[in-house]
C-alpha cells in the first residue's frame, strides 16, 4: 500500500538529532551522527519532523512502507524493542483470559492506599501498549482484526466499569481534543486504512469539547475507503451513559 513517508537527506542533515525528539513513533534515530529513518512501519506521515529540521533535510515521498516484522517482536512477551525512542512507546500486546468472566480474573492483592477487601480485585481489560493516540503505531500489528475503541480520556475516570464494559476483548485508543496538540483525523485515517479494523466504538464524555474525538473518527471513517461499523457512546460527567 502506499504511504506518504519521511525522506531524509544526509548531505543536509547536521545531527542535531531535533526530528528524533520530535517524532512520537520513535522511527527516527542518530547512526553514525546522521538522522535516520529506522522504522518505515511506524512512520505515521504526519510530518512533525519537519519544521523542526534547520537545515531541511526532511521531505516526504510516497512509496510502499515496509511491513511490520513480526519476527523482531519476542514470541512470548510480544513486546518489540525499539531501535531508539522512550521506552513508553515500545509497543507490546498484552494477552488475556477472553473466555473466563471479567470478575473472575482476579488478581493478586495490591498495595493500593484505598481498597475494599471483600471485593475482588478487578483485572484490567488492556490489550496493548502505547494507548495514546499520538503514540501508537500506525501498523502495530495489535491492530490486525480488531474491535477498535477510540476514548476520551476522561472517560475511563468517569465510569466506573470502563474496562468491562468498553475496552474488553477492544484495542484501545485514548485522546483528548482539547489538551492534544493538532488533530486525530490524519493519524485514524492512516490506522483504518492500512489494517484489518473490524468495528469502531467511540466513548466520549457529553461536554462540547469531547465532540472533536467523534468528529475525528467519522473523517477517518469518511476517509479510509473502507465501510467499517461503528458506533458513539457518550458518558455523561456523573458517570452514567447517557447516549
Request: proline share 6%.
Amino acid at each position: 500500500m502506499l504511504r506518504q513517508i519521511i525522506k531524509i537527506d544526509e548531505d543536509k542533515c547536521d545531527g542535531c538529532g531535533l526530528c528524533v525528539s520530535a517524532c512520537h513513533e520513535g522511527a527516527i534515530g542518530l547512526v553514525e551522527g546522521k538522522a535516520k529513518l529506522l522504522r518505515e512501519d511506524y512512520c505515521d506521515g504526519l510530518g512533525n519532523c519537519l519544521p523542526v529540521c534547520p537545515t531541511g533535510a526532511i521531505t516526504f515521498e510516497e512509496r510502499e512502507a515496509a511491513a511490520f516484522n513480526q519476527e523482531a517482536v519476542d514470541k512470548n512477551a510480544q513486546t518489540e524493542v525499539l531501535p531508539c525512542g522512550c521506552p513508553g512507546t515500545h509497543v507490546h500486546t498484552i494477552h488475556r483470559e477472553t473466555d473466563a468472566p471479567v470478575a473472575a480474573q482476579s488478581a493478586a492483592p495490591s498495595a493500593a492506599p484505598v481498597k475494599n477487601a471483600d471485593s475482588p480485585a478487578m483485572p484490567s481489560q488492556l490489550r496493548q501498549w502505547p494507548v495514546q493516540i499520538k503514540l501508537v503505531p500506525v501498523n502495530a500489528a495489535y491492530f490486525d482484526n480488531a474491535d477498535l475503541l477510540v476514548a476520551a480520556d476522561c472517560a475511563a475516570y468517569a465510569h466506573g466499569n470502563f474496562h468491562s464494559e468498553f475496552m474488553r476483548d477492544r484495542i484501545t485508543l485514548i485522546g483528548c481534543p482539547k489538551l492534544d496538540e493538532g488533530d486525530y483525523t490524519q493519524k485514524l485515517t492512516a490506522i483504518l486504512a492500512s489494517n484489518n479494523i473490524k468495528s469502531v466504538t467511540v466513548a466520549r464524555m457529553s461536554v462540547p469539547c469531547c465532540g472533536g474525538i467523534e468528529n475525528a473518527v467519522k473523517a477517518a471513517l469518511r476517509d479510509c475507503g473502507k465501510r467499517i461499523p461503528w458506533q458513539s457512546v457518550v458518558i455523561g460527567t456523573d458517570g452514567e451513559v447517557i447516549d
